[in-house]
């Protein structure tokens, strides 16, 4: 398959360290995507909504792919992804949480509100890095992604 070029993907993850090993991890895969972080719930919709800081499109694009942790601070990742698949302009917009819930209560509750793919956080960045590769076939090699953004 062909990788998509120039996907973006949002990650809204509040664990800094995460952030860094996932960037790493992604850096690592070589995959030609870009990658934007935002740390709690609000930020992540603000980012969406294109409302400031957020609202500027070269440096904020927008994204054809979320990473979402369920639990963040300010509005939490099941909070973000109600209003994410309630909103029409963004529910086409694929999201994986990545979060280290493995509560099926919360599998069953985010599959029920719309979300793409369920994953638990691995815990060792061995783990992280075939996570990601698998991810990143996945989502950027394999599936079509929605190019289109509220701007367009």
Known sequence: MIEQLGVHILV??????DCFL????????????SLHFVH???????YLRREPPYNDSD??????LILLDLNMPLKDGREALLEIKHDAELC????V???????????EQ??????????TKPTSFNGLQEMVQSVGRYWLETVRLPTKGPES
């Open 92 to 95: 086409s917009i694929p999201v």
């Open 97 to 107: 949480i990545i979060t280290t819930s493995s509560a099926q209560e919360d599998i």
């Open 40 to 46: 709690d719930g609000e930020q992540l919709m603000s």
């Open 12 to 17: 809204a993850d509040d664990d800094l360290d």
């Open 59 to 64: 440096k904020y694009p927008f994204p054809g």
């Open 110 to 119: 985010s599959y029920a509100e719309g979300v793409n793919s369920y994953i």
């Open 22 to 33: 996932t960037e790493q991890a992604f850096r690592d895969a070589s995959f030609k995507s």
